[in-house]
């Protein structure tokens, strides 16, 4: 299940998982969560998101030098 994010807050736009969809023609989040999860997110509940993955593609090239 996607899930669509119009009004992200906190860190969602830095995310390696918050892509854009061309179907859907906005930001979304790739991560698939499980129905619990998905309630909690819906209810606000989360702080920190558990698959915030950073989503600067420089990040590898970094630890390489």
Not at 11 to 20: A, M
Not at 32 to 46: G, H, K, P
């Amino acid at each position: 299940m996607k899930k669509k994010i119009k009004g992200s807050t906190g860190n969602c736009e830095q995310c390696g998982n918050y892509v854009y969809d061309e179907d859907y023609e906005c930001y979304t989040c790739e991560v698939n969560l499980d129905e619990d999860e998905m309630a909690r997110f819906l209810s606000d509940s989360y702080t920190d998101c558990p698959y915030y993955r950073p989503g600067d593609e420089y990040l590898i090239v970094r630890k390489q030098m």
